[in-house]
Every structure is written in C-alpha cells, then in structure tokens.
C-alpha cells in the first residue's frame, strides 16, 4: 500500500484547488463607460443648398454616445430670400472666432469644427471620422470628464482636477434635439429638414484652472421652445479665443 506523507497531501490539495479553478468561469468586471471622445459643432444654414446633406450627418453622429454633435444655424445667407427660422449671430461671431483663431478666413456652411481644433466639410463623413481619430492624438482635447446630472429643478455640473496648467471655461448649452422644418423659399425652397442637437441658448458658468469645481443651474436658466437637452463643455481660451475642446457631457431634459 502506497503511503502519502504530509507534504504528498498538501502537493495533492493544491492540485485539486487548481483543477477547480480552472473549471470556474472568468469573471471580468465591466469597464467603466468611456466619456465622449469629440465635440462636433456644425455651423449651417436653411439657406444654404449645400447644407441638408450636412445635417443628417450630424444627425447620425448625435446617435453615437461617443461624440456630442452641435447645431449652430447662422444667419448670414438670409439675404438669399429666406430667413433662418434657428438662426443667432452669436453663432455667427463663433464661427469667425474660430476662423481667427485658426489664422485662415475659411467661413462657410457647411462647416464642422471638431473639437474645437480642425475644420472640415460638414458633409464630408470620412473626413470628419479622420479628423475625430486625429483629434484624439492631443493629450489635452477631451481629458477632463465633465459630469452632469439633473436633479429636481437643477443640473448639477462637476468638473474634477485636471493636468497641470490646462485650464478653460465652462459653458453650459441648451438644446432642442430635433427640430423639423420646412423651407418655404431661398436655395432649398420645399424641402423638409431635421436639424438635430439645435443650440437654443447658452451660459457661461465660470472659469476653470484645473481644480476641482461644480456648479448647480436651474433648469429655468435654460427654458427655451423646443428645449430637451442640455450640454456642458470645457473649453480652452475664451469667447473670442476658443481653443481645444476639454471636455464635454449631454443630459436630455425630458
């Protein structure tokens, strides 16, 4: 009869344990969800013929939980015989903003700004995924991970520590998420078109120097026809400077 000494047993109990645990399944816990990778912000037009093609892109990107994507209807191709129903001309001030920042004087619609640093054709959807790939080589663009919530009456907004010496503003955005229109005469006189995550107003909440900061806004602040969403963004520079987008969150109001 074989005899088993005890160093045999405790060789033979930590086969045995290994033999279970091979059998057990693998548990890996989820990862947690990523935030939004890109900030698009499409400057349109219901007066431009170019456009529509433009905002159904947008449209799609507004499905992707990873990019929050902006309408920013200008209004200076309301002279071609039909005024945008959407239109704000600090929309307008925005987009040459950005063209002054740039250093170029490429203004026109249908223009798409990503994340605050490269322009491209707002149509152009190969293009635009490039240019959101490129955009995620910056250290800097999208590294803070904004939080908003609502609670009661309130959005509660969270900015949290940043890298060192990034700083920004802090905007807050109310949105109307999709807004049917039909255009009655100009260069897309008949057509019927959806513009999505329409800017209907905004805030500036403060100035953000990479510490920790929150703010609660009342809904009231953002009250606005059609209005059922609401974006936070960082942005680097200011309203005459704007820089690289930060970081960003959307909530829906409804």
Known sequence: MTKWSGLDHRWLAVCVCAAIALTLPIVIAPA??????????????????????????VGELARDPSVIALSLPVDYWDYLGWKDTLADARFTARQR???????????????????GQQQVVGSDR??????????????????????????????????????????????????????????????????????????RNW????DWH????????????LAGEGVDGAVVFVQNGNREHPGTMLGAALTTLH
């Open 203 to 206: 805030l500036k909440l403060g």
């Open 32 to 57: 947690a969800p990523a935030g939004p990778r890109a900030v698009v912000e499409l400057f349109t037009s219901q007066g431009c013929s170019s456009c529509p093609d433009a905002d159904r892109v």
């Open 210 to 221: 990479g510490q920790p900061a929150h703010w609660n806004v009342p809904l009231e602040n």
């Open 97 to 115: 903003a950005y063209s002054a920042q740039r250093g170029d004087r490429e203004i026109y619609t249908p223009q798409l700004i990503v994340n």
């Open 126 to 199: 190969a293009e635009i995924d490039r240019a959101i790939r490129a955009s995620a080589q910056q250290s800097d663009a999208m590294s803070v991970p904004v939080a908003l919530s609502r609670e009661g009456n309130e959005l509660k907004v969270m900015v949290p520590q940043g890298q060192s010496g990034v700083s920004g503003e802090v905007w807050v955005c109310s949105i109307a998420r999709a807004v049917p229109i039909t255009i009655g005469r100009g260069e897309n006189r008949g057509r019927s078109v959806t513009y999505h995550n329409v800017v």
